[in-house]
């Protein structure tokens, strides 16, 4: 017997109606970590925006790294693994995903950047795992990437997850 699949609404703000009619709802979401961190004039990461646990209530929530956005806005990510940990240290996320390194076309451009991307995929993951684990946190969800089914494989292969 299969479980249904669960599909979790991505709420763009961390705060506001949005978040309290999920709560109220019970219905499982998802956030953006970019939508958490406050900047300053310069549009720097001037801070993290932690998450109101009272606001929050028992929501079901998880936490993507938002690697896209971080690419496609940023060049990289503009927060650092710590500041990161720290937003996932704020709330007890149902899963966080890892700092991944997207693949999309836009940002990879040829097959040699997917599989640069993909390294630093799976290096990422093995540096935020060891800065979770030094704070006692759970390991993050980890990322696959690729523009073909051999370059997933390869990338689950490749995936420290066990090691």
């Given amino acids: 017997m299969t479980s249904p699949a669960l599909i979790r609404a991505g709420v763009p703000l961390p705060g506001g109606r949005l978040v309290e009619i999920a709560r109220d709802a019970g219905l499982p979401v998802l956030f953006s970590a970019n939508a958490f961190m406050r900047r300053d004039r310069s549009g720097e990461i001037a801070s993290v925006r932690m998450v109101d646990r ?13 690697g896209f956005v971080a690419a496609a806005k940023y060049r990289g990510y503009p927060w650092s693994i710590e500041q990161y ?10 899963w966080y995903a890892s700092m991944d390194h ?40 980890p990322v696959l990437q690729g523009w073909t089914p051999s370059q997933y494989v390869w990338c689950a292969e490749n995936m420290p997850i066990f090691k």
Wanted: charged share 25%; proline share 3%.
């Fill in 102 to 141: 997207c693949v999309e076309p836009e940002i990879a451009g040829d097959k040699s950047g997917v599989m640069f991307r993909l390294a630093e995929t799976i290096r990422m993951y093995s540096v935020l795992r060891r800065a979770a684990d030094d704070r006692g946190l759970g390991a993050p969800m």
């Fill in 85 to 94: 940990l720290n937003l996932v240290e704020s709330y007890n996320w149902s």
């Fill in 54 to 66: 009272d606001h929050f209530g028992d929501l079901d929530a998880a936490l993507d790294s938002a």
